[in-house]
């Protein structure tokens, strides 16, 4: 080859290059060149459209790999309880030039919800001011966290395709640690399938986060309403079998049962951010239900009956088997009352818990009564408790006290009557004999 030639072929090579970089730089300049002189214009567009203020830090318009407009740094509504670190809209660009416009794609990363958020969707206008038509076919969230009263949701990414009216279509919710996937697909009937799954999971309520080994679910979402007839899992050690529905069509109501097996109790009420009084493990068959004007008050306004038995466990802080024999019932904190087994129906009244039919039984012990812990967890009841002795068991009626962190157990006043007359009578054996008579005095019903 030629000196020219070389020189040629390295002219053209060197020419193709510079201009590879100059259209690489003519197609990055909307990346560095910031909109910001349409700044004030789009925010006060959007506050009229949602009714809210609107701020945005910067705006941009890219090129590659689709033409789209990105906005930054985005707060909404007063004292900002939404904001989006960064929000891009993707067009059909042939749409720009007809009256109805048609929006391909929504994604925003960084999306911060607060409570006061949803308030704000009361105040949304109903119809689009300038009365043009928009349509969104796809919405993407990444990073989303949701902080409510009565929710603690950990980050999650959404994706929805959307129909007519914005109605979804299909939705795929995933949290950030992949601890929870819930799908959306439409039914002919103008229903949702709604599925879930979970491995390594709490669920997000305040109230009760509790911890799922794993989780399944299945139902459909129609209109306002959510139905799970079937939810399996696996908590603490124990299985899970139930059903829920929640419908907030017409205020906010939600509902279901729940059959657990050998959950242990010691994690459970340690989640719930209960003392540990009780260990073992936990079967149970409850029904719930609660109804409220918003979901914030859903908690306050749950009931909940239930069968429960809890088995090889004990109650930690008090040696009921002492209780025959401490005069006068000066019972004394400490220790725990080992049981086999132990029975009660629960009900659950918001905050309130009542226990009644209690039976717990152990080769040494037999214990039946009530018992109530009431919303500010003070701890009332009364228990007829036999304990073993020659010759058969020797019974004491017990009142309840205290709260449920810090109980206190003592004999009830006709047994402390019983009691004195016992210890005139015949001292020492007397004492015993007479706590027991002195339980004509109160209404314990032992256990049978």
């Given at each position: 080859?030629?000196?020219?030639?070389?020189?040629?072929?390295?002219?053209w090579?060197?020419?193709?290059a510079?201009?590879?970089?100059?259209?690489?730089v003519?197609?990055?300049?909307?990346?560095?060149?910031?909109?910001?002189?349409?700044?004030?214009?789009?925010?006060?567009?959007?506050?009229?459209?949602?009714?809210?203020?609107?701020?945005l830090?910067?705006?941009?318009?890219?090129?590659?790999?689709?033409?789209?407009?990105?906005?930054?740094?985005?707060?909404?509504?007063?004292?900002?309880?939404?904001t989006?670190?960064?929000?891009?809209?993707?067009?059909?660009?042939?749409?720009?030039?007809?009256?109805?416009?048609?929006?391909?794609?929504?994604?925003?990363?960084?999306?911060?919800?607060?409570?006061?958020?949803?308030?704000?969707?009361?105040?949304?206008?109903?119809?689009?001011?300038?009365?043009?038509?928009?349509?969104?076919?796809?919405?993407?969230?990444?990073?989303?966290?949701?902080?409510?009263?009565?929710?603690?949701?950990?980050?999650?990414?959404?994706?929805?395709?959307?129909?007519?009216?914005?109605?979804?279509?299909?939705?795929?919710?995933?949290?950030?640690?992949?601890?929870?996937?819930?799908?959306?697909?439409?039914?002919?009937?103008?229903?949702?399938?709604?599925?879930?799954?979970?491995?390594?999971?709490?669920?997000?309520?305040?109230?009760?986060?509790?911890?799922?080994?794993?989780?399944?679910?299945?139902?459909?979402?129609?209109?306002?309403?959510?139905?799970?007839?079937?939810?399996?899992?696996?908590?603490?050690?124990?299985?899970?079998?139930?059903?829920?529905?929640?419908?907030?069509?017409?205020?906010?109501r939600?509902?279901?049962?729940?059959?657990?097996?050998?959950?242990?109790?010691?994690?459970?009420?340690?989640?719930?951010?209960?003392?540990?009084?009780?260990?073992?493990?936990?079967?149970?068959?409850?029904?719930?239900?609660?109804?409220?004007?918003?979901?914030?008050?859903?908690?306050?306004?749950?009931?909940?009956?239930?069968?429960?038995?809890?088995?090889?466990?004990?109650?930690?802080?008090?040696?009921?088997?002492?209780?025959?024999?401490?005069?006068?019932?000066?019972?004394?904190?400490g220790?725990?009352t080992?049981?086999?087994?132990?029975?009660?129906?629960?009900?659950?009244?918001?905050?309130?818990?009542?226990?009644?039919?209690?039976?717990a039984?152990s080769?040494?012990?037999?214990?039946?009564?009530?018992?109530?812990?009431?919303?500010?967890?003070?701890?009332?009841?009364?228990?007829?408790?036999?304990?073993?002795?020659?010759?058969?068991?020797?019974?004491?009626?017990?009142?309840?006290?205290?709260?449920?962190?810090?109980?206190?157990?003592?004999?009830?006043?006709?047994?402390?009557?019983?009691?004195?007359?016992?210890?005139?009578?015949?001292?020492?054996?007397?004492?015993?004999?007479?706590?027991?008579?002195?339980?004509?005095?109160?209404?314990?019903?032992?256990?049978?």
């Amino acid at each position: 080859m030629s000196a020219f030639s070389r020189f040629t072929r390295g002219k053209w090579s060197w020419l193709a290059a510079v201009g590879s970089v100059l259209v690489a730089v003519a197609l990055a300049v909307p990346y560095a060149v910031p909109l910001d002189d349409y700044i004030p214009e789009v925010m006060d567009v959007a506050a009229q459209r949602i009714g809210q203020p609107v701020t945005l830090q910067g705006m941009r318009l890219h090129i590659l790999p689709t033409p789209r407009v990105a906005l930054y740094g985005i707060k909404v509504g007063r004292g900002a309880p939404l904001t989006i670190d960064e929000l891009r809209v993707v067009p059909e660009l042939l749409s720009l030039f007809g009256e109805h416009k048609v929006i391909r794609l929504v994604s925003a990363d960084g999306v911060r919800v607060r409570q006061a958020a949803l308030a704000m969707l009361n105040g949304m206008p109903k119809s689009n001011p300038a009365g043009a038509q928009v349509s969104v076919r796809r919405i993407d969230l990444r990073n989303v966290s949701f902080d409510y009263r009565i929710l603690n949701v950990p980050p999650f990414d959404l994706s929805v395709d959307l129909g007519p009216d914005y109605a979804p279509r299909r939705a795929l919710l995933r949290t950030v640690d992949d601890a929870l996937e819930a799908r959306l697909a439409p039914e002919g009937d103008g229903s949702a399938r709604v599925t879930l799954g979970a491995r390594g999971w709490r669920l997000p309520l305040r109230v009760a986060p509790l911890s799922f080994e794993s989780l399944e679910a299945s139902g459909t979402l129609r209109g306002g309403r959510l139905a799970l007839p079937k939810v399996t899992g696996r908590l603490y050690g124990g299985k899970l079998a139930g059903s829920f529905f929640m419908d907030w069509s017409k205020g906010w109501r939600l509902g279901g049962r729940a059959d657990v097996t050998r959950v242990q109790l010691v994690p459970l009420l340690k989640d719930l951010g209960k003392p540990a009084r009780l260990s073992g493990r936990l079967n149970a068959r409850a029904v719930f239900s609660a109804r409220a004007g918003a979901a914030a008050r859903l908690g306050d306004a749950l009931v909940l009956d239930s069968a429960a038995a809890v088995q090889g466990g004990a109650w930690h802080g008090i040696d009921l088997a002492r209780a025959a024999e401490m005069p006068l019932g000066n019972l004394a904190e400490g220790g725990e009352t080992p049981f086999e087994t132990l029975r009660a129906i629960v009900a659950l009244r918001g905050k309130a818990l009542r226990l009644d039919d209690i039976c717990a039984r152990s080769p040494d012990l037999v214990a039946g009564g009530h018992a109530e812990v009431a919303a500010d967890e003070a701890l009332s009841g009364l228990l007829d408790v036999s304990v073993a002795r020659t010759g058969g068991f020797v019974g004491v009626p017990l009142a309840l006290g205290g709260t449920l962190s810090d109980p206190s157990v003592g004999l009830t006043t006709g047994a402390k009557i019983g009691a004195v007359i016992g210890t005139l009578v015949l001292p020492g054996v007397g004492t015993t004999i007479g706590a027991t008579a002195g339980a004509k005095f109160d209404s314990v019903s032992a256990c049978k």
